[in-house]
């Protein structure tokens, strides 16, 4: 059985529905999240209060599955997030600039379950479209 479904899940209801807590049922109780967004590892939790967060900052986020590759009980999707920072995110008051960068998870699913993820993310690339770090020239 295909584990890709799991984290398309995750992709609709969190990042186009907006639904931290229906989200979370995706994962195992004892999942394990290594992510850019927050301390690593990070536990469910710790991954749904950055979930809180950047919907904070970015109200209209939308997230585009591009491509999945599957191998075992490990998906890989790269996706394209975006949005308009109108919000406090994590303290920084609104640019009103929009965003739109690129993620890889690395998700191993077991049992219809997110038991571990991997995300790596273009957070200079957002920061740098929303003006909060200088671009080189």
């Known amino acids: 059985m295909s584990g890709k479904p ?57 997230v585009t599955v591009v491509e999945q590759l599957e191998d075992g009980n490990k998906v890989v999707s790269r996706v394209v997030w975006s949005g308009k920072h109108t919000g406090v995110l994590n303290g920084i008051p609104p640019t009103d600039r929009s965003f739109c960068s690129s993620s890889i998870f690395i998700d191993t699913v077991m049992d219809g379950k997110i038991t571990e993820r991997y995300e790596v993310s273009d957070l200079l690339s957002m920061m740098q479209q929303l003006g909060l770090i200088p671009t080189q020239q």
């Open 6 to 62: 799991v984290p398309l899940q995750f992709f609709e209801t969190y990042g186009n529905r907006h639904d931290v807590e229906g989200s979370a049922p995706l994962f195992a109780d004892d999942v394990t999240i290594y992510s850019p967004v927050g301390p690593s590892p990070m536990t469910l939790e710790t991954y749904k209060q950055a979930g809180y967060a950047y919907l904070a900052g970015f109200p209209d986020l939308q």
